[in-house]
């Protein structure tokens, strides 16, 4: 981008310290962001659902992931006025974006699990012998 002046201006550089690009980066490059954003690609899921969706997740993990992605406008939470009171959690407009390069992200650790299992445990076999 280049201001009236003639000046350059970064729009956004993940690569420097004080860019904002990098807490957004954190955001979407954290696991539990990678699978609720997964877990609520078919539609709406109450916390409960998520949670069963969500091998190995925390109650506290969850809660502070979701406040997370609301907060960034990824995930709108919806309250239900019902006896007892319902939530759901679905995907904003922004959110859905995310889900072809996260599925690509999935798809791709998927494919090369194999390839990186066996050179973990190559490394690992050497790290042990020296």
């Known amino acids: 981008m280049v201001t009236a002046q003639g000046e350059s201006v970064l729009r956004g550089s993940p690569y ?3 860019c904002p690009t990098r807490r957004i980066l954190d955001r979407i ?3 539990w962001t990678v699978l609720i954003v997964g877990a609520l690609w078919d539609g709406a899921a109450r916390f409960s659902e998520l949670r069963r969706r969500i ?3 925390s109650q506290k993990m ?3 992931t979701l406040r997370g ?3 960034d406008g990824l995930v709108c939470r919806t309250v ?3 006896v007892p009171v319902r939530v759901e959690y679905t995907l904003t407009e922004a959110g859905r974006t995310l889900r072809d390069p996260l599925r690509a992200l999935e798809e791709w650790s998927i494919a090369h699990l194999g390839d990186v299992s066996a050179s973990q445990e190559a490394y690992d076999r050497g790290s042990t012998s020296s």
């Open 16 to 18: 420097r310290a004080d």
């Open 29 to 31: 490059g954290d696991r």
């Open 55 to 57: 091998d190995g997740i």
């Open 62 to 64: 969850l809660t502070q």
């Open 69 to 71: 992605l609301e907060r």
């Open 80 to 82: 239900y006025p019902e």
